[in-house]
């Protein structure tokens, strides 16, 4: 192997002469790179970074060097998860970014985005360190110019993966269709920077050279998505798992796994199970993970809902379903498809972003866009026919072997040194060269951050500030709120109790009293009386009261898990008027419980 010097920064163009004797040992020979790689939310567990811990095993497998820079999303303990320390790795955290408003929940920490603006001094200083020979980024926000305008000033080797449909998100978000073009046209902005961008599949590359012109400002690869046909297999199906969550072994349990997000159209799903419902069909479905759109999905019928699975559970879980249902028209690839297919699942998928994953009538069914009939009829058809089940599973499992992930992911190694090899070869080292060659496509100059982009990204910076100061200040007083109210049940509920003990202590006292003002009983007779409570009224009494009490209880206890129930749904079905009422309604049950309750 001849791998390039580590020189310092300043000596990087020396290599043309050696990069250039390199290129005939491309292929199963690899350079040792030092790949510092952007990514926006490295700690979110999702198909980027789930691809961009895949890369990284390779790189490190291969006897090369790896430096993520991320933002501080996510959890921190998905940081090294599957044994990601290496001495040849390291994670750097922008200290400027704050969390993205619009997809922001409170009850899925793990899910919350992050948006990095800049790069500061001491990251910059901490990259340096790394010494990177060539700089990937995945995805073209804010921060991303900031790596750009490094790598140019510092002439390393530039290239990026695309991942995310994001501008066609915001088609499923009512009255953010204004944004689109802004999007397109800053997105455009990054990718104008980049020697090679890499697609996942012939249809993204066609809408990318359609509705964008990449095709004129970068050199538009595809590079796939590989599968651990391991860890993704049949033979992790288990019966005790199904049984476990209320699966019959003959029930026909149809899975949906992803993000429960608007764009993902977990609403097709929902309309799917209902139909099936409607029609009496007997089916079961599983739903594993989470989002704004879990509250919505946990009342469908038959429906079992999981939340966030990893490891060997999010296995077992493919692999104990019989039918994959995603209608998603946003994936860019389907890194959740193929695992499905890997697990030996028929498939029924959107045609465009998936198609690629299924041939109709042999693994599956590719449906139409938003079509929720076709959607419909493709899962009835193998939820009723046995026989295509199985054969649509043997194939997407043969299927799934052509992706092996090793021999997928080595092929980014080779990317890297193609690009290096471009670099130095074709632009002499320097990216002044690539801007002349590609003139003619830098719609807005060839500054990363001209003056009015710096404007419009200061904008968005405060912007985004002041909805995440709006948003913290909101659910602070949410929470306060929602405090008093379950404090306001709880008096009441603790009030009825005392009011109950002390009727029951004040009868007893009034009786005794009453019957010693009378002469009937002294002081003796009564508490001899008290303690020879065998007789039968006394015993219908007791057993009349423990009744009343165990309801009062069940009346409570049903009282304060509606109110967190409706409290933990606010912000998706409720206002906190309708948490007032909703407490208020429940509070007025239990008062009515005491007062015809027969204490």
């Given at each position: 192997?001849?791998?390039?010097?580590?020189?310092?920064?300043?000596?990087?163009?020396?290599c043309?002469?050696?990069?250039?004797?390199?290129?005939?040992?491309?292929?199963s020979?690899h350079?040792?790179?030092?790949?510092l790689?952007?990514?926006?939310?490295?700690n979110?567990i999702?198909?980027?970074?789930l691809?961009?811990?895949?890369?990284?095993?390779?790189i490190?497998?291969?006897?090369?060097?790896?430096?993520?820079?991320t933002?501080?999303?996510?959890?921190?303990?998905?940081?090294?998860i599957?044994?990601l320390?290496h001495?040849?790795?390291?994670v750097i955290?922008?200290?400027?970014s704050?969390p993205?408003?619009?997809?922001?929940d409170?009850n899925?920490?793990?899910?919350?985005?992050?948006?990095g603006?800049?790069?500061?001094?001491?990251?910059?200083?901490?990259?340096?360190?790394?010494?990177?020979?060539?700089?990937?980024?995945?995805v073209p926000?804010?921060?991303?110019?900031?790596?750009i305008?490094?790598?140019r000033?510092?002439?390393?080797p530039?290239m990026?993966?695309?991942h995310?449909?994001?501008v066609?998100y915001?088609?499923?978000?009512?009255?953010m269709?204004?944004?689109?073009?802004?999007?397109?046209?800053?997105?455009?902005?990054n990718y104008n920077?980049?020697?090679?961008?890499?697609?996942?599949?012939p249809?993204?590359?066609?809408?990318?050279?359609?509705?964008?012109?990449?095709?004129?400002?970068?050199k538009?690869?595809i590079?796939?998505r590989?599968?651990d046909i391991?860890k993704?297999?049949?033979?992790?199906?288990c019966?005790s798992?199904?049984?476990?969550?209320?699966f019959?072994?003959d029930d026909?349990?149809?899975?949906?796994?992803?993000?429960?997000?608007p764009?993902?159209r977990?609403d097709?799903?929902?309309?799917?199970?209902y139909r099936?419902?409607?029609?009496?069909?007997?089916?079961?479905?599983?739903?594993?993970?989470?989002?704004?759109c879990?509250?919505k999905?946990?009342?469908?019928?038959?429906?079992?809902?999981?939340?966030?699975?990893?490891g060997?559970d999010?296995?077992?879980?493919y692999?104990?379903?019989d039918?994959f249902?995603?209608?998603?028209?946003?994936?860019?690839?389907?890194?959740?498809?193929l695992?499905?297919?890997?697990?030996?699942?028929p498939?029924?998928?959107?045609r465009?972003?998936s198609g690629?994953l299924?041939?109709?009538g042999?693994?599956?069914?590719a449906c139409?866009?938003?079509?929720?009939?076709s959607?419909?009829?493709?899962?009835?058809d193998?939820v009723?026919?046995?026989?295509k089940?199985?054969?649509?599973a043997?194939?997407?499992?043969?299927?799934s072997?052509t992706?092996?992930?090793h021999?997928?992911?080595k092929?980014?190694?080779s990317?890297?040194?193609?690009?290096?090899?471009?670099?130095?070869g074709?632009?002499?080292?320097q990216?002044?060269?690539?801007?002349?060659a590609?003139?003619?496509?830098f719609?807005?100059?060839?500054?990363?951050k001209?003056?009015?982009?710096?404007?419009?990204?200061?904008?968005?910076?405060?912007?985004?500030?002041?909805l995440?100061?709006?948003?913290?200040?909101?659910?602070?007083f949410?929470?306060v709120?929602?405090?008093?109210?379950?404090?306001?049940?709880?008096?009441?509920i603790?009030?009825?109790?005392?009011?109950y003990?002390n009727?029951?202590?004040n009868?007893?006292?009034?009786t005794?009293?009453?019957?010693?003002?009378?002469?009937?009983?002294?002081d003796?007779?009564?508490d001899?009386?008290?303690?020879?409570s065998?007789?039968?009224?006394?015993?219908?009494?007791?057993?009349k009261?423990?009744?009343?009490?165990?309801?009062?209880?069940?009346t409570?206890?049903?009282?304060?898990r509606r109110v967190?129930?409706?409290s933990d749904?606010?912000?998706q079905?409720?206002?906190?008027?309708?948490?007032?009422?909703?407490?208020?309604?429940?509070?007025?049950?239990?008062?009515?419980?005491l007062?015809?309750?027969?204490?």
């Amino acid at each position: 192997m001849l791998p390039i010097p580590l020189l310092p920064l300043q000596q990087r163009r020396e290599c043309k002469d050696i990069a250039i004797a390199m290129q005939d040992y491309t292929g199963s020979h690899h350079q040792q790179h030092r790949v510092l790689i952007y990514t926006a939310c490295y700690n979110v567990i999702d198909g980027v970074t789930l691809t961009i811990r895949k890369i990284e095993k390779e790189i490190l497998s291969s006897g090369g060097h790896v430096c993520i820079v991320t933002t501080k999303s996510g959890i921190a303990s998905n940081t090294n998860i599957d044994g990601l320390f290496h001495p040849n790795r390291r994670v750097i955290f922008l200290d400027n970014s704050v969390p993205i408003p619009l997809v922001y929940d409170v009850n899925n920490p793990e899910t919350q985005y992050h948006l990095g603006f800049s790069l500061s001094s001491q990251i910059q200083k901490q990259i340096g360190e790394f010494e990177p020979t060539v700089i990937h980024v995945t995805v073209p926000d804010c921060a991303c110019l900031s790596v750009i305008e490094y790598a140019r000033e510092n002439d390393i080797p530039l290239m990026g993966t695309y991942h995310s449909n994001i501008v066609d998100y915001f088609d499923h978000y009512p009255g953010m269709a204004w944004i689109k073009p802004l999007l397109r046209a800053f997105f455009r902005h990054n990718y104008n920077f980049l020697q090679s961008l890499y697609v996942p599949t012939p249809f993204i590359r066609r809408h990318l050279t359609q509705d964008f012109d990449l095709d004129r400002c970068t050199k538009l690869k595809i590079w796939g998505r590989g599968i651990d046909i391991n860890k993704f297999s049949p033979e992790h199906r288990c019966q005790s798992f199904r049984r476990k969550l209320g699966f019959g072994d003959d029930d026909v349990v149809i899975g949906m796994v992803g993000r429960l997000v608007p764009e993902k159209r977990p609403d097709i799903f929902a309309r799917v199970m209902y139909r099936l419902d409607k029609e009496g069909v007997n089916f079961k479905a599983l739903v594993v993970g989470t989002g704004p759109c879990q509250d919505k999905l946990k009342s469908i019928p038959n429906t079992t809902f999981v939340g966030w699975m990893t490891g060997d559970d999010l296995s077992m879980a493919y692999a104990s379903c019989d039918i994959f249902l995603f209608p998603s028209s946003v994936e860019t690839f389907g890194n959740v498809t193929l695992e499905a297919a890997a697990s030996g699942l028929p498939l029924v998928v959107e045609r465009n972003c998936s198609g690629h994953l299924v041939r109709d009538g042999f693994n599956g069914y590719a449906c139409t866009a938003g079509d929720v009939d076709s959607f419909y009829d493709a899962t009835l058809d193998l939820v009723l026919d046995r026989s295509k089940r199985r054969q649509y599973a043997i194939n997407s499992r043969q299927f799934s072997l052509t992706l092996e992930q090793h021999s997928v992911v080595k092929e980014m190694l080779s990317n890297y040194t193609n690009v290096v090899n471009d670099f130095y070869g074709t632009y002499d080292g320097q990216h002044a060269n690539r801007d002349e060659a590609w003139n003619e496509s830098f719609r807005g100059g060839t500054q990363p951050k001209p003056f009015v982009l710096k404007l419009i990204v200061l904008f968005f910076v405060l912007s985004f500030r002041l909805l995440w100061f709006v948003t913290t200040c909101f659910d602070l007083f949410q929470g306060v709120v929602i405090s008093l109210i379950i404090s306001r049940v709880s008096s009441v509920i603790y009030s009825g109790v005392v009011e109950y003990c002390n009727n029951g202590v004040n009868n007893q006292g009034w009786t005794k009293q009453h019957q010693e003002s009378d002469g009937l009983l002294g002081d003796n007779e009564w508490d001899n009386n008290l303690k020879s409570s065998s007789d039968t009224n006394m015993k219908q009494r007791r057993s009349k009261s423990s009744s009343n009490l165990v309801s009062y209880h069940a009346t409570a206890n049903s009282s304060l898990r509606r109110v967190r129930q409706i409290s933990d749904g606010y912000g998706q079905n409720e206002s906190i008027f309708e948490i007032e009422e909703e407490s208020r309604r429940y509070s007025d049950d239990v008062n009515f419980s005491l007062k015809i309750g027969d204490w």
